[in-house]
């Protein structure tokens, strides 16, 4: 249509060039599973998000930590529009654990999203809230209930497979390679962030690489 099409920093590369999704997920070439259209989307023009693009009375809210950059749009009524800031109650309840790209930066997040002063707020797979505050409170502590877990398992050292392994066996998740590949990216997140906090460390047995909570 000739419409402009925005994204913040690094999400505006891969929109043009989709093949970075998933090599960032699998962390290599990508399976041929992972290269299907939603993962890999056609490349599309984008030119990098900055504030002057935005229309008259609209304003944003950083929200990285689900992805790479992520941002939240408040137009002037009042209606802000959160992203995947945050997943329904019953998603939590039911699976737990979904992707996350910096766990840091979406704890920061939640607590900036609790902040944001709107009418409604319209989440990317939740009905629309007038307050947020309670789900984002309930995605925080998931988050921390998650790395509980990570940390339980861990407390002999496992190896990255072996801690893959038993996240999906104690979530129930259903095993398939998009899966292991999403879940999988999201536990070494979670590994890298626990670690810079000091509670899991890497340790080396001859050629394997372990993660043990200190």
Request: with cysteine; proline share 4%; charged share 25%.
């Amino acid at each position: 249509t000739g419409c402009e099409v925005y994204a913040p920093g690094v999400c505006a590369q891969i929109l043009r060039f989709p093949y970075l999704e998933p090599v960032s997920l699998f962390g290599g070439f990508p399976t041929k599973e992972m290269r299907t259209k939603f993962v890999m989307a056609k490349s599309c023009h984008c030119r990098e998000f900055t504030a002057d693009v935005l229309p008259e009375g609209m304003d944003f809210v950083n929200l990285s930590g689900h992805d790479f950059e992520q941002i939240g749009f408040k137009t002037s009524d009042g209606v802000f529009f959160a992203a995947d800031s945050v997943v329904s109650r019953e998603t939590v309840e039911k699976y737990k654990i979904a992707f996350l790209y910096d766990i840091a930066e979406h704890l920061k997040s939640l607590e900036r999203l609790k902040s944001v002063d709107a009418s409604l707020f319209i989440p990317s797979h939740c009905e629309p809230l007038r307050d947020i505050s309670e789900l984002a409170d309930r995605n925080i502590q998931n988050v921390y209930e998650v790395a509980g877990v990570i940390k339980e398992l861990c407390k002999n050292g496992l190896s990255i497979d072996e801690l893959i392994e038993k996240v999906f066996e104690k979530f129930g998740i259903k095993l398939y390679i998009m899966q292991y590949e999403l879940i999988g990216s999201t536990v070494r997140s979670y590994l890298s962030w626990l670690n810079s906090l000091g509670e899991i460390t890497p340790v080396f047995e001859g050629s394997k690489l372990l993660w043990k909570t200190s």
